[in-house]
């Protein structure tokens, strides 16, 4: 009993301060949150409670649906981009040469640029720079602005998304590259493998770990992208780039919609546990014990 | 308010937490007012009224807390251009610390129950006739008009001249049609029609809700048709002139012009440097000009959509009022709410504060445009004074826009550029415009 209390005493003097703070900043706004999902909250104040109005209401709205559509294509697109370069770059970087230190601090130095001014920049490149070139040389692929049309505005941010987080995950799979055991390597040598038998057969199984992180995190931030999405797009042309998020953001305040737009955002709090767990569970599979 | 909603830098999106933040901590620094006051009242102004003319507004403060016998101080928060009143606003209140005067315009339906009746204080008394309607909201009058704003086709006057047009003979689409084609001989493209949503969506929409009717209950009648959903846009040949003139200024556009976010320097430029000989936009675009051409005379004429001289609307520019001062009734002290009204009276009454208000820019007023009684400063550069000879002759169209529920100027923006952009044809932006309604 006395042992007991102490832990628990141990447990607080440690655990005390952290378990307040994320009380505060998490548990209590997000319940809060879902409350007013339940209310028709006006930003200033709730007047009732209406049940699940909000939702139905949500789920009857096509612009909701068609930005989480829209999202889910983002999703998917930069998802398997992202990672193919990252892991394309984490295999060059590896490769013992001279200089690939500074390769590597190199492709990761856009992911040291915040969103909006990424943005703004690429918002230049595209609008700009890039026409000025293609005019220049003759290659038509940038001629127009890519942001003025949905498919390749959508491309633009996919670009863009690209550009920023592969340097990351690169990172994530050098470490993973460098960390396999030597031993199984060279056991394969000795079996006469090729490289890219290596590859496939006994590097990728022993970094599944590194899959499961880095695509977790690019799902996560890709669903996530807020930023990035109003800085280079604003949604724009005509209001058919808006990521989710961008989407409940301007239903609650552009459109003073609060109680909807708080239901969308726990909708999409849903959708996004549903694939992460999902995309979690599937990746697990894949890793081997050493 | 189209200044309201221009992007001047994406980048406020994600700033607004960071300043808010920081304002918070700045709280109580302003220095008190004059010396012999036993209390000083202090009290918060959420302004940035016009991005362009902040440092003016800072300075007319910093003038008024040092000088003011009210025993005042007024504490600026600043409020980002790019963020959405609302979320500024809905921050402030859930922190129980609501700012005592605060400016805006479509969003004062969702303010009317927390701020101040104007009726029958002194201030309301002066405001000229008309300005008070939109802010009049339950037989509640809940904010004061800050300025008027014109928008319609802006023109360079030396342009016209050397192609020999006289922009007060333009009554008729047709005579619109063939001005532009004098411009055209002369080398100069005719018109530079920005794809802004914003110009579109609030502005250019608003030419057709203006000519709609020619009563307020007539143009409000057609939005409430718009709300149940039983107009049809199609049938209304007020439209089809409308959509006639949408194509004249589409055709005869300058090739710069399109839909994306950097448009509206681009605008600037081109009319400033007289590549352009006119450019559908308001009179917040003067100050611009003049800081690219400084001795150019710029100046604002009617669009004309019907065909037929004496039309009503032909012959006048939209003249609205882009932001009204409210003061919080909610959180704030009964002697913060007087000292917030001895504020906003110093300046629309006292020759110091009247200076402020209306003076020339670069006398360090912030050059609106007086719509009170008694006002003894009159704003000097051209397109002012052309402004305030349509108001004094009545050629004035109203905002409807000023009526457009919370968020509609966006749907109709967006619908307004598919059209520009020709990716939908006219069924189908009537039948968008329609929908941006009921949604």
């Not at chain 1, 028709?40 to 068609?66: C, P, S």
């Not at chain 1, 990351?168 to 000795?190: C, D, P, R």
């Not at chain 2, 016009?50 to 440092?55: A, F, H, L, R």
């Not at chain 2, 315009?105 to 008309?130: C, F, H, K, N, Y």
Request: contains cysteine.
């Amino acid at each position: 009993m006395r042992t007991r209390r102490q832990e628990i005493r141990r447990f607080l003097v440690f655990a005390l301060v952290p378990l307040a703070i994320f009380t505060l900043v998490l548990v209590v706004p997000f319940t809060r949150g879902i409350y007013f999902t339940f209310t028709d909250w006006n930003g200033f104040d709730v007047t009732q409670f209406v049940g699940l109005d909000n939702y139905i209401a949500a789920f009857q709205n096509e612009d909701f649906w068609g930005s989480m559509l829209f999202t889910a294509g983002y999703v998917v697109a930069s998802l398997i981009l992202v990672n193919v370069v990252a892991f394309g770059l984490a295999l060059l970087v590896t490769i013992p040469l001279r200089g690939v230190n500074v390769l590597r601090t190199a492709f990761f130095l856009p992911n040291l640029i915040g969103g909006v001014i990424l943005g703004l920049i690429w918002q230049f490149l595209f609008g700009q720079a890039l026409p000025t070139i293609a005019e220049a040389t003759g290659i038509p692929v940038f001629a127009e602005n890519w942001l003025l049309d949905t498919t390749t505005a959508f491309w633009a941010m996919v670009i863009v998304t690209v550009w920023q987080m592969s340097g990351y995950m690169m990172i994530i799979y050098v470490t993973a590259l460098m960390s396999i055991e030597q031993e199984a390597l060279e056991a394969s040598l000795i079996d006469g493998t090729n490289g890219l038998q290596r590859l496939v057969f006994i590097k990728l199984p022993l970094m599944a770990q590194a899959f499961t992180i880095s695509l977790f995190l690019t799902l996560r931030n890709a669903f996530m992208a807020f930023d990035l999405n109003l800085s280079l797009t604003g949604g724009n042309p005509y209001g058919t780039t808006e990521l989710i998020s961008l989407q409940v953001f301007r239903e609650a305040f552009s459109f003073g919609n609060f109680s909807s737009g708080q239901t969308q955002a726990v909708l999409m709090f849903v959708v996004i546990a549903i694939a992460a767990l999902a995309q979690v569970a599937i990746s697990k599979r894949f890793e081997v014990q050493r | 308010m189209a200044v309201i909603n221009r992007k001047v830098a994406s980048a406020a999106g994600v700033a607004t937490v960071a300043t808010l933040l920081f304002s918070g901590c700045a709280a109580g620094s302003s220095d008190a007012g004059a010396g012999d006051c036993s209390e000083v009242t202090e009290i918060t102004w959420l302004g940035t009224i016009k991005v362009e003319i902040q440092d003016q507004f800072t300075d007319a403060i910093e003038f008024y807390n040092e000088n003011n016998t009210d025993c005042v101080a007024v504490e600026i928060l600043e409020s980002p251009q790019d963020v959405p009143f609302l979320q500024t606003v809905t921050t402030y209140y859930e922190a129980g610390k609501a700012p005592t005067i605060m400016t805006a315009l479509q969003e004062l339906p969702d303010m009317a129950p927390r701020v101040l009746d104007w009726s029958g204080d002194p201030l309301a008394e002066l405001a000229a006739d008309g300005t008070l309607d939109v802010a009049t909201i339950d037989g509640k009058v809940v904010g004061l008009p800050i300025t008027a704003e014109a928008f319609g086709l802006l023109y360079n006057k030396a342009v016209l001249d050397a192609a020999g047009v006289d922009p007060a003979s333009i009554t008729t689409r047709s005579e619109l049609a063939d001005a532009f084609d004098a411009v055209a001989e002369t080398g100069v493209a005719p018109v530079h029609f920005s794809g802004l949503w914003w110009s579109l969506g609030a502005h250019f929409t608003n030419v057709y809700h203006a000519n709609a009717a020619d009563t307020v209950e007539g143009r409000l009648a057609i939005l409430d048709e718009l709300k149940a959903g039983s107009k049809d846009l199609s049938s209304d040949p007020v439209f089809e002139n409308w959509l006639e003139t949408f194509d004249l200024l589409k055709e005869n556009s300058i090739d710069s012009a399109s839909i994306a976010d950097t448009d509206y320097d681009l605008g600037v430029e081109n009319l400033a440097v007289g590549d352009a000989g006119f450019w559908f936009m308001g009179n917040w675009a003067e100050p611009n000009l003049l800081t690219a051409t400084p001795d150019g005379e710029f100046g604002v004429m009617p669009v004309p959509i019907s065909d037929e001289a004496g039309t009503y609307g032909n012959d006048s520019i939209s003249v609205g009022v882009p932001f009204y001062a409210m003061i919080d009734a909610e959180q704030s002290t009964p002697e913060q709410q007087e000292a917030a009204k001895a504020v906003l009276s110093w300046f629309l009454t006292t020759p110091e504060g009247q200076a402020y208000w209306s003076g020339p820019v670069e006398e360090g007023g912030m050059n609106f445009i007086p719509v009170y009684d008694g006002f003894e400063v009159t704003p000097s550069t051209f397109m002012a004074a052309e402004i305030a000879e349509y108001i004094a002759a009545g050629k004035t169209l109203q905002w409807v826009n000023s009526a457009y529920p919370a968020g509609l100027q966006e749907a109709y923006g967006a619908a307004a550029q598919k059209y520009y952009d020709g990716v939908s044809d006219r069924a189908a932006f009537a039948a968008e415009l329609e929908a941006a309604w009921v949604q």
